[in-house]
């Protein structure tokens, strides 16, 4: 009796078995789509790829920040880069009267622009992007990449549908203070009842209140559009104190000094205020575009920590097989209709140099020697983490 009971349970397993495998069959030639409950109870998926759109037409509904193509193919396409940047901070985006622009940021854009193949010369179209309209010009398309002294958040990264790449560089807020107004002021302590210059929409604004509430201090805001509304502003005397990040004080405080008009002296608070790791941005769900924003930098650091710079990239030992992958090899970046040239990172050390040359040229006098600098790298957050600091590129392999 119990071979029996056996037999028949075998028949009944195999059975079950053949009906899945013909159930199966009937499927191979269709799509894959999510299993997601389209909110009903009628048995039916409503084909949306997970997405219900309340019909059951059939309409495959994009999910909002995808891109059709990577921004690089369209830039390609272009034979244009649109970088987004300031004109008004020494150091970091400046534009000279003469039509010069120099900086951090410019040279982190021509960089860019030579790794993908455009001329650093001709083929960069730069657009004025301020605190307040920055994000703006990314999400509409105006700029392709923003690389302006923009801290990364958590709520810009979630919120604003922007994707950060390296931090270029390591900043924090400071505060340059009239010292008519406040005499003999040493410390933002010093600064009760001050009245205030900040920029609209920039991170400046929550900082500046969270710090002087949590010191029980009392200020007066004199919000300002961008930099040259918040000088005029300073200088004029209707704000007795300026922050912004200490970057863009220093870099201010020096541009005065050479004779911009202020009639009072000035003097930059001890304190930093808040951390703020600037960083480059692009779109949403545009993989492919910021992974070669992001290695540029990685790559122009990773040079410097192999000793790898304009002069002498083209006299490497290729035997090392490091030296060969930084030089020689695309290492996957681009895209399939656009993958970069296995001399890509060569194009940028032409362009721009390794790090170390373009904080030079951008702080310093640009001889090489990191000397005269508006803003030391040696001893700071931006030295490589080989003495000491936070710049620290992943492998390169």
Not at 196 to 222: H, K, M, P, R, S
Not at 241 to 260: L, R
Not at 364 to 391: K, S, V, Y
């Amino acid at each position: 009796m119990k071979q029996l009971y056996a037999l028949i349970a075998m028949l009944m397993m195999a059975s079950v078995a053949f009906t899945g495998c013909v159930s199966d069959d009937g499927d191979t030639t269709d799509p894959v789509i999510d299993d997601i409950d389209d909110g009903t109870d009628d048995g039916t998926n409503d084909g949306t790829n997970g997405t219900d759109d309340g019909t059951d037409d059939g309409t495959v509904i994009i999910p909002v920040g995808t891109e059709s193509t990577s921004t690089l193919d369209d830039v390609i396409a272009a034979g244009e880069l649109k970088c987004g940047v300031k004109t008004s901070q020494f150091g970091m985006g400046y534009l000279a009267d003469d039509g010069t622009r120099s900086g951090l940021d410019i040279e982190y854009c021509r960089a860019v622009a030579a790794a993908i193949g455009l001329d650093p010369d001709t083929q960069i179209t730069y657009v004025l992007a301020t605190g307040s309209n920055r994000f703006e010009l990314l999400s509409s398309g105006d700029i392709d990449v923003l690389i302006r002294t923009t801290t990364w958040t958590t709520s810009r990264d979630a919120d604003l549908n922007a994707d950060f790449a390296g931090i270029n560089f390591y900043d924090g807020q400071g505060m340059l203070v009239n010292l008519n107004a406040h005499p003999g002021a040493t410390s933002i302590m010093d600064l009760d009842t001050a009245t205030v210059c900040v920029g609209i929409g920039t991170t400046t604004e929550g900082n500046l209140a969270d710090y002087f509430q949590v010191n029980d201090l009392d200020y007066t805001a004199v919000n300002s559009a961008d930099a040259d509304a918040a000088k005029a502003s300073f200088t004029n005397e209707e704000c007795s104190a300026w922050t912004g990040d200490m970057s863009a004080m220093v870099a201010q405080k020096y541009g005065m000094e050479q004779g911009d008009g202020q009639s009072f002296t000035m003097a930059i608070m001890s304190e930093l205020m808040s951390k703020e790791p600037l960083g480059a941005a692009t779109r949403d769900n545009d993989a492919d575009w910021n992974d070669v924003v992001t290695w540029v930098w990685y790559g122009m650091l990773t040079a410097e920590e192999f000793g790898v710079d304009s002069t002498n990239f083209a006299s490497q030992d290729l035997s090392n097989p490091s030296y060969n992958r930084l030089l020689n090899s695309s290492l996957g970046l681009g895209t399939e209709a656009n993958p970069l040239s296995p001399t890509w990172m060569q194009s940028v050390l032409a362009t721009s140099g390794n790090y170390y040359e373009a904080y030079d040229r951008s702080f310093c006098d640009g001889t090489g020697q990191m000397a005269n600098c508006l803003i030391e790298r040696a001893g700071t957050q931006n030295a490589p983490h080989w003495e000491g600091g936070l710049q620290y590129a992943p492998p390169m392999r």
